[in-house]
């Protein structure tokens, strides 16, 4: 009785292990270079501005508020400043962090497309090509989508108040937006909206599943400024899977 579910378990497996593999080995093909450069520094320029953001919010709101709380220090205490100025760094590094994803999901929705041309062309030359979103509508579901991510990722912020949950909230709220936002992405190129929210929403335990896998990326320094060329070619492969046990539908 229990050899379907196993079964099913297996193949699910199978097919995120083989989308991430065939994703990561894009990351390093010459047809991908142009979409890297484009991708990297267009997340490099947003982190940067998140950063001076953040920093000159500190300098307007926190830093007047602990003149008045401890006005005029003796020259003594002067080394509380630079304490303090450690402290500010540290707490603007992991604000930064934490953009991570949304700063990602703005990136995917203007490059996501140009990413599954590659992936569609190269590793399925015989099949149907997908049809970008339109610019605009890209334009919104990725504004909506960075409010999801914000929103999501507050409240991993605010479960660090509890030992032992922190890190696991951080992979399972990103695991399921980043694993929901790719893979309808990778899906509307081929279907109605509607029509892949349901996709997603029936094969909802494989698409977590893989935004676990993104998340895990996300999580290495360095290696997560690709998180959105990695997950959107990753949700490519994954949808094509996915799509073998659907009835055809028809392109938008």
């Given amino acids: 009785m229990s050899a379907v579910p196993d079964q099913q378990t297996g193949k699910n497996g199978t097919m995120i292990f083989d989308s991430a593999r065939a994703a990561a080995s894009h990351l ?85 497309d140009d990413v599954a041309e590659v992936v569609e062309k190269s590793d ?4 149907p090509r997908g049809r970008p979103l339109p610019v605009l509508r890209s334009f919104v579901l990725s504004l909506k989508f960075l409010g999801v991510v914000i929103l999501g990722n507050i409240i991993a912020l605010l479960m660090l108040l509890i030992p032992g949950v922190n890190i696991i909230a951080f992979f399972v709220v990103n695991g399921y937006l980043l694993g929901r936002e790719f893979f309808e992405f990778a899906a509307m190129r081929f279907r109605p909206e509607m029509e892949a929210k349901a996709l997603r929403s029936k094969h909802s335990t494989t698409v977590f599943l893989a935004g676990l896998v993104i998340a895990t990326f996300m999580a290495i320094p360095i290696l997560n400024l690709l998180t959105p060329l990695f997950a959107a070619a990753m949700m490519v492969h994954l949808h094509k899977a996915v799509a073998q046990s659907e009835p055809p539908a028809a392109l938008r």
């Avoid at 267009?42 to 006005?71: H, K, N, S, Y």
């Avoid at 991570?100 to 990136?107: E, K």
């Fill in 28 to 112: 390093f093909r010459p047809e991908f270079r142009s979409v890297l450069w484009k991708s990297l520094g267009m997340t490099i320029l947003l982190l940067i501005g998140a950063w001076f953001g953040m920093r000159e919010l500190f300098e307007l709101l926190a830093l007047p508020f602990f003149d008045q709380w401890v006005p005029d220090l003796p020259s003594w205490a002067g080394w509380l400043g630079f304490f303090a100025g450690i402290f500010a760094s540290i707490a603007l590094a992991l604000g930064l962090a934490l953009l991570i994803a949304p700063v990602s999901a703005i990136v995917a929705g203007l490059f996501l």
């Fill in 124 to 127: 399925y030359p015989l099949d």
